[in-house]
């Protein structure tokens, strides 16, 4: 059942479904999109082109879909899509793109702890984690399952791997490779997220090739592209190895050592 509060205000031409709930003192702009079984605490705004998908929760005080803080932007119709089964805490904000054709976005079932912010352009994958505070700059890529800890800066057009896990109090500005551990200011790769790759149930055989892969990049004293070499070389590429080459061969910004 529907419930929204009287203090509750919704704009002409938002497009609310059915068993949503909306709290007190709740702003609703007219291009906003809420899916079903969505529950809104109390002094939520969302607005601009702004679509929250099915069952997703959003507490007190988050903002989401305001204009980009980016001087270049001027107004174009943009967007930012929440997607299913996500929750979003307190005082988080997440803004509009500034590309018609590349949405702010946050990918299923992710949890955005107090404070997040989530600048334009952003995209994060599926079962992502950004502890409190955790600061996104513009056109950063976060991959499915990866965690960041608290307090901690990601520079813009980063790209963090799949199954990544940085520790909080870090200052990103690097891509991070996926399957990797890290923290530290600058962020310094540490290892392999054995602990985050054990607990999604990677195979051994497939966690102990990681590691050797790992280890040819990261501890061989091989340049970029000797190492990514070997590992084409000398391994078996299965899909956990081949997307670990790409990532690195595919970095702008290069790979945090």
């Given at each position: 059942?529907?419930?929204?509060?009287?203090?509750?205000?919704?704009?002409?031409?938002?497009?609310?479904?059915?068993?949503?709930?909306?709290?007190?003192?709740?702003?609703?702009?007219?291009?906003?999109?809420?899916?079903?079984?969505?529950?809104?605490?109390?002094?939520?705004?969302?607005?601009?082109?702004?679509?929250?998908?099915?069952?997703?929760?959003?507490?007190?005080?988050?903002?989401?879909?305001?204009?980009?803080?980016?001087?270049?932007?001027?107004?174009?119709?943009?967007?930012?899509?929440?997607?299913?089964?996500?929750?979003?805490?307190?005082?988080?904000?997440?803004?509009?793109?500034?590309?018609?054709?590349?949405?702010?976005?946050?990918?299923?079932?992710?949890?955005?702890?107090?404070?997040?912010?989530?600048?334009?352009?952003?995209?994060?994958?599926?079962?992502?984690?950004?502890?409190?505070?955790?600061?996104?700059?513009?056109?950063?890529?976060?991959?499915?399952?990866?965690?960041?800890g608290?307090?901690?800066?990601?520079?813009?057009?980063?790209?963090?791997?799949?199954?990544?896990?940085?520790?909080?109090?870090?200052?990103?500005?690097?891509?991070?490779?996926?399957?990797?551990?890290?923290?530290?200011?600058?962020?310094?790769?540490?290892?392999?997220?054995?602990?985050?790759?054990?607990?999604?149930?990677?195979?051994?055989?497939?966690?102990?090739?990681l590691?050797?892969?790992?280890?040819?990049?990261?501890?061989?004293?091989?340049?970029?592209?000797?190492?990514?070499?070997?590992?084409?070389?000398?391994m078996?590429?299965?899909?956990?190895?081949?997307?670990?080459?790409?990532?690195?061969?595919?970095?702008?910004?290069?790979?945090?050592?």
């Amino acid at each position: 059942m529907t419930k929204i509060h009287k203090t509750t205000i919704i704009k002409d031409g938002a497009q609310i479904d059915k068993d949503v709930e909306i709290g007190p003192y709740s702003i609703i702009g007219p291009n906003v999109k809420i899916a079903k079984d969505v529950k809104i605490h109390s002094h939520v705004v969302i607005s601009g082109n702004a679509t929250i998908n099915r069952n997703t929760e959003i507490f007190r005080s988050a903002t989401i879909g305001t204009i980009p803080q980016d001087l270049k932007f001027s107004g174009e119709t943009t967007e930012a899509i929440i997607g299913k089964n996500t929750t979003i805490r307190e005082f988080v904000t997440v803004n509009l793109s500034t590309s018609v054709d590349n949405p702010t976005k946050v990918g299923n079932n992710c949890l955005l702890m107090t404070y997040v912010h989530i600048a334009h352009d952003c995209n994060l994958g599926d079962n992502v984690i950004l502890a409190n505070a955790v600061n996104l700059a513009g056109h950063v890529v976060i991959e499915n399952n990866a965690i960041i800890g608290g307090l901690t800066p990601v520079h813009q057009f980063v790209h963090i791997g799949c199954f990544a896990f940085i520790g909080g109090m870090s200052r990103v500005s690097k891509d991070v490779a996926p399957y990797t551990r890290g923290a530290s200011v600058p962020y310094k790769t540490s290892g392999l997220n054995s602990i985050g790759l054990s607990r999604n149930k990677f195979p051994t055989k497939v966690r102990k090739k990681l590691k050797q892969a790992y280890k040819v990049f990261y501890k061989s004293n091989l340049n970029t592209q000797q190492a990514l070499e070997k590992i084409k070389n000398d391994m078996e590429m299965s899909k956990e190895i081949q997307h670990f080459v790409d990532f690195i061969a595919s970095s702008k910004r290069g790979v945090a050592k």
